[in-house]
Nanobody, 115 residues
């Protein structure tokens, strides 16, 4: 079992930055692919970024060049650094842990980009 808790969301102006954190516990964190997803009101949940168990990052086109995903296995934590934020980035952001056998989600953290 893996428990995931997101933090770092909030209200930010367009062009600003936020860093989201996802703290994991309950299992061996390093074996999981870790991801960030987001869901805006009235829309489907979508992939933002993934960092594999081996440390390789991958990004959705909407995030590429602006967002950076990273992980610190010693701290059981994955991060999403978000720069140059746009109003269309407004969503609830969810942390995900995935292995060949299991899939876990955090409770989400709200990011609002608005003037």
């Amino acid at each position: 079992q893996v428990q995931l808790v997101e933090s770092g969301g909030g209200l930010v102006q367009p062009g600003g930055s936020l860093r989201l954190s996802c703290a994991g516990s309950g299992s061996i964190f390093s074996i999981y692919n870790m991801g960030w997803y987001r869901q805006a009101p009235g829309k489907q949940r979508e992939l933002v970024a993934i960092v594999t168990s081996g440390g390789t990052p991958m990004y959705a086109d909407s995030a590429k060049g602006r967002f950076t995903i990273s992980r610190d296995n010693a701290k059981n934590t994955v991060y999403l650094q978000m720069n140059s934020l746009k109003p269309e980035d407004t969503a609830v952001y969810y942390c995900n842990a995935h292995s060949s056998s299991n899939n876990y989600w955090g409770q989400g953290t709200q990011v609002t980009v608005s003037s």
